[in-house]
């Protein structure tokens, strides 16, 4: 029989087990078995691949390693004896849930890149984690190889987090990029990355913002604490900008992002989460990330503004933040304490209709006189003020762009329906929240 | 008699002991005072300040501090034995060397800021530290609140790093910045700096780069577990950098930036470990890093590109940083193991002279026929083979721009010195690496 782990000492193996072989676990893999040594030499901790859990034993595997390390059997893998920590990389919700609160349970440390897993069911998970005494670690879950989440939960540990706000989505900050550097639309953006490999067949959950949001909850209870589910995090995504909005936002010295935000309005105590497209400034670093790189920008009351750049996604990336959580779930079990776990609250969000933003907003008019007044007659019966208005002309039409100073979200869009049924007023498109002008 | 710490439990306060209370310390001492629930809430650690040593006790303090909680025993508050955690916060390299030594014997977690013993002694006190079973943990020495040490020692434990360059001194890089965006020379820039407080009086430790050659031997150390001391650092400041060609540099699409490198040599094993000046290209994310701000771009073999910025210096962000490792140390310490010691061995280095680099230079030539073709036989004969080359007009003179392929150091100050010879020129000046030229 193999021994428990209880009757190993520090210098020991550390015995592995990985769920999934795809693109982040087939990386992993390699660097397990080829850089064992190196590994080793490094961090004192000798990484000992064990076994290896796959959906289909046909499909062609990294080389050097051993047939009889796979396995269909990942149930059986994510609870075996000899086994000390447990990698989940098959993604999805499940059965990846129920495997890593099975390793839990039966006491193994688990690393896992499963960000849906996280938003739905990481607090229960983390509480599980700390009941018996493990680590749960998940660095890849959110931006790849940037160490955002060790930067959260150690780093700036003690730290009053403000804002956290994230280029989290390598796909559309590749589209938006696209959009801007060679005035296409999104259709032709998208058709670019998916011939590069960058988008899905079907890119519902990169486009519509389904992956930024689950990031987006899995950052807010990094930084805040909070038992917020990907579900009840705000979602907008951005398949409704146009290349005429992505270069009028150039003009006025923007670049167009989907961010992940997390914030403590007003400083607090409400929170709220949401994902969205913005014009941030250009001269805020998050401009400058461009093209499938990620970023992470953390706003605290001392520690300033940070921000954390890299590759968010990818095998070698990936597998990269695994290894790290790797060693350190290694280490943290030889020392026999798991790292320390996040606290969870409630806290209670701000809705959506009151948070206040500025906004960017273009619409087509009739050309004729009358026309700019009716329409800020509208913007002035909703307590919306305007910063700065433009007018571009259009044959017998006028595209009209507004920037407006801070406003409440539900005047914005009561604003908006009213517009809509002014006769002068074809279309208001283009709304677009604009980052970095407080009040 | 207060217990010791081998008798207190997870929930005991754990008790911290600081040397130290100007602009840092004095920060801290804040945070520890005023938001100890807080942290304690946020952390599970409750953080109790027992004491702090001050050179003058007639100073202005904090307030909240009770007065008899400071002393001027340093020596004797570093080794009492109720305190568990001792953060240094003094500077310098003597008494602080002698202080966390002595610390770190009886027995304490010690966390510093210190760049410049660790630059000198790391080796050492690391080993101390091992050899007691404590921490000694020191995010706050290289880039003030960014998490660089955390993320190079945890996260990145296992990645096979390539290469760290630092933008790790907010002086100099305002001082460039001022001379990139406004066009006036190293004096007036430096003249602003020190009115605005940015610089010293006296501001050698900056603008010669000495204070970055400690950085770049503490991130060696890190990435490469090198014991390189910074006296080993080759280090060139920015004093001799002309508004000029900061200016023809930013037309060629560069921006100057002094960076701290620590690479391995065409892949190792050689280590290169240098502080100077260098035109980074404008689409590197390092050439976005302006004013005051730092940021530490590191390349990985599985990781690639990652780059972590923010504030590199000043009380509130320095001493959020120390509070992340205050944490750490207290957790390690409940839990009974301290934070594991990168691994530090004897590294060979490349001497500076046998570094292949692309070259920018500037001279002023006579303007008349010949004089081209004279110095480009000079370039020749030296193997520098030159990839641009422009000629600004200057009244009777000719000022002469190149750009070199990637050359040998050492040719490259043999074309210089031979070229000083040419009759027909006038002065050499401006040479500056360029990165992002690789073979």
Chains 1, 2 share one sequence.
Do not use: W
Request: glycine letters at 10%.
């Amino acid at each position: 029989m193999t021994p428990k782990p209880a009757d190993q000492d520090a210098t020991d193996p550390v015995r592995v087990a990985l769920l999934g072989c795809g693109n982040v676990g087939g990386a992993l893999a390699e660097l397990l078995t080829a850089r064992q040594d190196d590994i080793a030499a490094r961090t004192g901790i000798r990484l000992d691949l064990v076994g290896i859990a796959v959906a289909n034993m046909d499909r062609p595997r990294p080389s050097g390693i051993a047939p009889e390390q796979f396995t269909t059997d990942s149930a059986a893998l994510a609870v075996r004896d000899d086994v000390e920590v447990v990698v989940e990389l098959i993604g999805g919700l499940h059965p990846a849930q129920e495997l890593i609160s099975a390793a839990l349970r039966a006491g193994k440390s688990v690393v896992t890149g499963n960000k849906t897993v996280l938003a739905v069911a990481g607090a229960e998970l983390a509480e599980l984690a700390a009941a018996h005494g493990v680590d749960l670690l998940y660095e890849a879950a959110v931006a790849g190889a940037i160490p955002v989440v060790r930067a959260l939960r150690e780093s700036l540990a003690g730290e009053q987090i403000v804002r956290v706000m994230g280029i989290v989505n390598g796909t559309t900050n590749f589209i938006l990029t696209r959009m801007e550097e060679d005035g296409v639309d999104f259709d032709a953006a998208l058709a670019d990355a998916q011939r590069l490999g960058l988008a899905e067949r079907d890119p519902t959950a990169d486009v519509d913002g389904h992956d930024a949001a689950a990031k987006a909850a899995i950052l807010a209870a990094l930084a805040f604490g909070s038992d917020v589910v990907d579900a009840e995090v705000h979602r907008e995504g951005i398949r409704g900008i146009r290349a005429v909005d992505v270069a009028y936002a150039n003009r006025l010295g923007y670049t167009v992002k989907l961010l992940a935000v997390a914030e403590l309005v007003d400083g607090g105590p409400e929170l709220s989460v949401r994902v969205h497209p913005a014009m941030v400034p250009k001269s805020h670093p998050l401009a400058s990330v461009r093209g499938a790189f990620n970023a992470v920008f953390v706003e605290g009351a001392g520690s300033g503004e940070i921000m954390l750049y890299g590759r968010g996604a990818g095998g070698p990336p990936s597998a990269s933040a695994v290894l790290g959580d790797l060693v350190d779930a290694s280490r943290n079990r030889r020392a026999g304490a798991p790292a320390p776990a996040p606290k969870r609250t409630s806290i209670s969000m701000r809705p959506q209709l009151d948070l206040r933003s500025a906004f960017y907003l273009s619409m087509d008019v009739a050309d004729r006189p009358g026309v700019l007044a009716a329409v800020a007659k509208v913007f002035g019966d909703h307590q919306v003020s305007i910063r700065a208005m433009e007018q571009v002309g259009l044959a017998d039409e006028a595209r009209l762009i507004f920037l407006t100073h801070l406003a409440r979200e539900g005047d914005l869009l009561a604003t908006i329906d009213e517009l809509r049924l002014l006769q002068a007023v074809d279309r208001v498109s283009g709304v677009l929240r604009v980052i970095g002008e407080e009040e």
